[in-house]
């Protein structure tokens, strides 16, 4: 069976729980970072890296073209938004997101958004949903 | 003899749960021991709130109250713990004042009765879903 990495930057653990709860029921393999190990994300070959952003911090935009260095151009990233301004901020520098995500996330919409992702990327290793 | 209804005796079905799992059920798809860790990391997650507040209160940081009381909306969010909610509401409004120290202790510790009601209520409801 195939088997799928995703990295996963999110600071509020029950959330990343369900994340990864739901992830690895799709044969996905789900590394949990948090931002105080970030530096170890250039060493992992993810297929997708998923990074949660918050409201009121002001390091976000930082964090994210931190990651999207670290883990190259290929590896398609998906984004947590808080509102609708953060993507425009986002938009607006230029950062190479695939796709934005709302919080409260809706699980189902999560889980979709990354298996349309993974296959559009791999679509000869297609994950089914 | 006409019978009358005394209004004032008919009582409305009430909505007495002080959380309520069902949104976290179809979340976790109904897997009982995932819902457990769930709940374990609520908890951790409440004693870092409480641990912080208190630390926070005496060095009188106001902002690092809020923001710790900003992190765990989320959790109580999914177990629908809406009195907690609004305690954690009042925590944040006091806080956009000087010197309301002794206003967020006291909330801080009604919040602490009410979770243990919460915490109750959360493990009941998971044993009363069917394995």
């Given at each position: 069976?195939?088997?799928?990495?995703?990295?996963?930057?999110?600071?509020?653990?029950?959330?990343?729980?369900?994340?990864?709860?739901?992830?690895?029921?799709?044969?996905?393999?789900?590394?949990?970072?948090?931002?105080?190990?970030?530096?170890?994300?250039?060493?992992?070959?993810?297929?997708?890296?998923?990074?949660?952003?918050?409201?009121?911090?002001?390091?976000?935009?930082?964090?994210?073209?931190?990651?999207?260095?670290?883990?190259?151009?290929?590896?398609?990233?998906?984004?947590?938004?808080?509102?609708?301004?953060?993507?425009?901020?986002?938009?607006?520098?230029?950062?190479?997101?695939?796709?934005?995500?709302?919080?409260?996330?809706?699980?189902?919409?999560?889980?979709n958004t990354?298996?349309?992702i993974v296959?559009?990327?791999?679509?000869?290793?297609?994950?089914?949903? | 003899?006409?019978?009358?209804?005394?209004?004032?005796?008919?009582?409305?079905?009430?909505?007495?749960?002080?959380?309520?799992i069902s949104?976290?059920?179809?979340?976790?798809?109904?897997?009982?021991?995932?819902?457990?860790?769930?709940?374990?990391?609520?908890?951790?997650?409440?004693?870092?709130?409480?641990?912080?507040?208190?630390?926070?209160?005496?060095?009188?940081?106001?902002?690092?109250?809020?923001?710790?009381?900003?992190?765990?909306?989320?959790?109580?969010?999914?177990?629908?713990?809406?009195?907690?909610?609004?305690?954690?509401?009042?925590?944040?409004?006091?806080?956009?004042?000087?010197?309301?120290?002794?206003?967020?202790?006291?909330?801080?510790?009604?919040?602490?009765?009410?979770?243990?009601?919460?915490?109750?209520?959360?493990?009941?409801?998971?044993?009363?879903?069917?394995?």
């Amino acid at each position: 069976m195939t088997k799928y990495t995703c990295v996963l930057i999110e600071e509020d653990r029950m959330v990343a729980s369900l994340m990864k709860f739901r992830l690895k029921r799709l044969q996905f393999e789900v590394l949990h970072i948090n931002n105080a190990n970030r530096q170890t994300l250039a060493s992992i070959k993810a297929d997708v890296a998923v990074v949660g952003l918050h409201a009121n911090s002001v390091t976000n935009l930082e964090t994210l073209k931190e990651v999207r260095v670290a883990i190259g151009d290929n590896t398609p990233l998906v984004t947590l938004i808080s509102n609708y301004r953060q993507r425009l901020v986002i938009e607006h520098n230029n950062v190479q997101v695939e796709a934005f995500l709302l919080r409260p996330v809706n699980l189902t919409e999560f889980e979709n958004t990354i298996v349309q992702i993974v296959n559009s990327k791999a679509p000869s290793n297609k994950l089914l949903s | 003899m006409m019978s009358r209804i005394n209004l004032f005796s008919v009582k409305k079905e009430q909505n007495t749960k002080k959380a309520d799992i069902s949104k976290l059920v179809n979340e976790c798809l109904g897997d009982k021991e995932y819902l457990n860790e769930i709940v374990v990391l609520l908890n951790d997650n409440i004693e870092e709130f409480y641990d912080t507040t208190e630390v926070c209160i005496k060095a009188k940081d106001r902002f690092s109250i809020s923001r710790g009381a900003h992190k765990i909306k989320n959790g109580l969010e999914m177990v629908q713990a809406h009195v907690l909610l609004h305690y954690v509401d009042l925590i944040q409004k006091e806080c956009q004042h000087l010197d309301t120290f002794w206003k967020i202790q006291d909330i801080l510790k009604k919040f602490k009765i009410e979770y243990k009601l919460v915490q109750d209520s959360l493990l009941d409801q998971i044993n009363e879903l069917d394995d």
